[in-house]
């Protein structure tokens, strides 16, 4: 039984069908059924085009001026000029427009089509829409910060703003159980939680602790009941007593507050979680902070994720190239401490800044050299999490296919298939960005397998390094989106001529 005690910071969240050419046209006769209401009862699924041109399921959720918003923007992310200079442009149309009429020019495209609103009042029709088409959404309250910090900013501030943060958290879980229901999940930044040069620097501890297996459990020790203020003294000298030695890098007893205080306000956001039955995703951000952001995840995990109940999912970035690495090890501490396994597979979202940096500052670039290597990365974590599946006890181990490359989805259904994992099956699901591959995401909902939209919302000034950053993540992928511009263009003509779509 999990015990949870309140803290404060103490410095001011397959089918099983036949298959005939899978990869190359559709999946035929689709008849899986599950268990109803009725238990008698069979639920038949409409077939699945593996192609993916199913346009007319794809954009019933979108209304008509949304479709010819779709197809706008992805013509403008298809120029490369606006792509590349997208910040400077930015302040320009800032300084020319003004702020105010700067961002509402910036609501009516890529905000409008890639975030579902700035506040849950905006967001609460959106949730309506997709869940009307069996698309479940990950609410995601899209705050986050980078290595950059202004030296006018006091400790003081840092920590109000990120107490607001959890807070904000907090509120998304609320808001994902009173309007999606519970069983939903919401998406975290840790770099919402804490100074990133901080968060940076204990990233360095741990990489320099070759076995972090003997360190504490940390969200245990949190929970015990003791008084707060010996709460880092406690953590120190479990670290001490293992006669862990970090070389070259010691943290202060400040910088292990502000430590204290992230773990505090986590362990609040995982409270929240547990209480209002909605998952958390814990999102994985640049390759400076990932190796702590695994850890806490995995320490969240470790502890809230032992009742047949996956509170606290990871994410691991297969454009990495140690990620197999990673996922193995947690895959093995995941049942050695017989705990929930959790996670969502992603390519990753900051190749142009890791690569950038890597060659600034001489070090190796952490990046797969090819597009392929990184698909075959991908393809061999989810192998070794469906394998992972068959040798623990059923639902100790859930995947999240976040992925919007159809031969990765193909691949991940005929796994699905090859390991008897039924559609709707909580085992394995999908999930995509809002506003990108809905020929995807609804085509897999409508034939019944569990199906995600990550869905940020927020101040809009918040979220721009958001937009930017899928405008030059994507490059490629707008740049060759004639697909999407294609089926928008075609669901708005069927639209306009009245045809039934």
Known sequence: MLTIKRLRPSASVICSCRTTQLFTKQIRAQSTSTSSTNKNEKIEYPLLDTKFNQYQIAYRYRRSIELLRGYFVYRLFSINFLVNNQTQIAKWGQRILGTRLFNSALKLTAFGHFVGGETPREITPVIKRLQRYGVRPILDYSVESDDAETSSTSL??????????????????????????????????????????????????????????????????????????????????????????????????????????????????????????????????????????????????????????????????????????????????????????????????????????????????????????????????????????????????????????????????????????????????FASLYGMSDYVAFALANSGYKTYKYLPYGPIESLQPYLFRRAQENRAVFEKADKDRRLHLKALKDRVLHLKI
Not at 186 to 212: D, Q
Not at 279 to 287: F, G
């Open 156 to 429: 003081d501030q840092h920590n109000r703003m990120h107490d607001h943060n959890a807070n904000q958290f907090i509120e998304c879980i609320k808001t994902s159980h009173d309007v999606c229901g519970p069983n939903n999940l919401i998406a975290i930044k840790v770099t919402a939680l804490i100074r990133p040069l901080v968060l940076k620097k204990f990233n360095t501890f741990l990489k320099s602790i070759e076995n972090r297996s003997i360190l504490p459990s940390i969200f245990e020790l949190m929970n015990k009941k003791q008084k707060n203020e010996n709460m880092i003294e406690s953590f120190q000298q479990s670290i001490k007593s293992q006669n862990v030695v970090s070389k070259n890098i010691s943290l202060t007893y400040e910088e292990l507050t502000e430590i204290y205080n992230l773990l505090i306000r986590l362990n609040n956001i995982a409270q929240a979680s547990v209480e209002q039955k909605i998952p958390i995703m814990v999102d994985a951000e640049q390759s400076y902070f990932q190796i702590a952001i695994n850890y806490l995840a995995t320490e969240l995990q470790r502890y809230y994720n032992k009742n047949d109940k996956p509170f606290i999912y990871g994410t691991y970035q297969c454009y990495l190239k140690e990620t197999s690495n990673f996922l193995e090890r947690d895959l093995i501490q995941a049942e050695k401490y017989n705990y929930i396994f959790a996670a969502k597979l992603v390519r990753g979202a900051y190749m142009d800044q890791e690569r950038r940096l890597a060659q600034e500052r001489g070090y190796e670039d952490p990046i797969n050299p090819t597009f392929e290597a990184t698909s075959k990365m991908y393809h061999a974590c989810l192998d070794q999490v469906l394998q992972s599946i068959t040798k623990r006890d059923l639902g100790q181990v859930r995947i999240m296919v976040a992925s919007h490359n159809e031969d990765t989805i193909r691949y991940a259904i005929q796994k699905m298939k090859d390991y008897n994992i039924r559609r709707g099956s909580s085992l394995v699901s």
